[in-house]
């Protein structure tokens, strides 16, 4: 089993910055993947970002140049700097970890709000 803890998510501004934090604990062995996704009312659940290794990474179209992902490996965490945010970006965001011994596991997300 993989626990992941989020932090980081709250009201912010258009325009302003917020960084997410995830903590991956448990029985976790060679983590493959680390990444966010998020989800709006209404909608699917998207992918934000992912990076595989120290980096390697994805985006979703809509964050492209705005947001960054980074991730400590002796600390089993990731991060998300959400930069120039947008009131489209309002949604849960849930952290992603994908690894050798127990596949996938997401946490139980964070509200991101950015006001208008």
């Known amino acids: 089993q993989v626990q992941l803890v989020e932090s980081g998510g709250g009201l912010v501004q258009a325009g302003g910055s917020l960084r997410l934090s995830c903590v991956a604990s448990?029985?976790?062995?060679?983590?493959?993947?680390m990444g966010w996704y998020r989800q709006a009312p209404g909608n699917q659940r998207e992918l934000v970002a992912t990076?595989?290794?120290?980096?390697?990474?994805d985006f979703g179209d809509s964050v492209k140049g705005r947001f960054t992902i980074s991730r400590d490996s002796a600390k089993n965490t990731v991060y998300l700097q959400m930069n120039s945010l947008k009131p489209e970006d309002t949604a849960v965001y849930y952290c992603?970890?994908?690894?050798?011994?127990?596949?996938?596991?997401w946490g139980q997300g964070t509200q991101v709000t950015v006001s208008s």
């Open positions: 448990g029985t976790i062995f060679s983590i493959n993947v």
């Open positions: 990076i595989r290794g120290s980096s390697w990474t």
């Open positions: 992603y970890v994908n690894s050798v011994l127990s596949g996938s596991s």
